[in-house]
């Protein structure tokens, strides 16, 4: 089984980095948010990731950098916006009435539109 090195969100907003083993790096996402955790970036370890599973580590780290890093939300801007999902997903709203909320809510037009890019690979199941 490979192993993924991982970055992710605590529920205090706290970034976690580690190393788990899974078969995808899908699995492994679904690990961590088994964990309570939001994975902001997932790669497959070891210089010679080739395949889907390197093609999908790849495609996590790709979005992981444009949402997370400093582009459309800083470091404090993310930490209050993972705050209120997790608020509003706690208190039994719907994923995605919590992100037309927050999309609705968002000042900056960018963050508004990757609100609403989110919600809608949501409701697509991606």
């Known amino acids: 089984m490979p192993a993924y090195s991982f970055e992710a969100l ?3 907003g706290a970034t976690r980095k580690g ?3 899974a078969e995808t790096a899908r699995a492994a996402r679904s690990a961590l948010r088994s964990q309570a955790l939001v994975p902001l970036q997932v790669q497959v370890l070891g210089a010679g990731a ?3 599973a390197g093609a999908e580590g790849q495609s996590q780290d790709g979005a ?5 890093a400093g582009r459309v939300f800083g470091p404090d801007a993310l930490a209050i916006w993972t705050r209120q999902l997790a608020g509003l997903v706690s208190a039994s709203l719907p994923l995605e009435r919590a992100l037309t909320a927050l999309c609705d809510e968002a000042e900056d037009p ?10 809608a690979e949501v409701n697509a199941g991606s």
């Open 64 to 68: 992981g950098r444009r949402l997370f």
């Open 50 to 52: 080739s395949g889907a």
């Open 19 to 21: 190393v788990l083993e």
């Open 10 to 12: 605590d529920a205090q």
């Open 110 to 119: 960018r963050q508004r539109n990757l609100v609403a890019s989110l919600r």
